[in-house]
């Protein structure tokens, strides 16, 4: 996301991640919304836990998927 992150101001948090978030421990929630966070205003955190970190990947990859979507139907951006 860290191309398109400036032209974005929302970002989609998806009803499904809860039941991950609510599964954790609240330390490890709270750094995976961290790092969710940040991914959405352009930075690349890396979570040192393999697990929350393979979690965080898939997050980030839903909300390039989201984002990308959004901004080629607002005609912001194009792929191609």
């Not at 996301?1 to 998806?14: D, G, I, P, Q, V």
């Not at 836990?49 to 990859?61: G, K, R, T």
């Not at 990308?68 to 139907?73: A, D, F, K, S, V």
């Amino acid at each position: 996301m860290k191309h398109y992150a400036e032209a974005l101001t929302t970002f989609l948090f998806k009803r499904s991640w809860s039941a991950i978030f609510s599964a954790l421990p609240d330390p490890e929630a709270g750094q995976l919304i961290k790092a969710v966070i940040a991914y959405t205003e352009g930075q690349d955190p890396e979570l040192e836990d393999p697990v929350l970190n393979s979690i965080y990947q898939a997050m980030a990859a839903d909300l390039d998927g989201n984002a990308l979507r959004y901004l080629e139907r607002s005609g912001c951006f194009s792929d191609k």
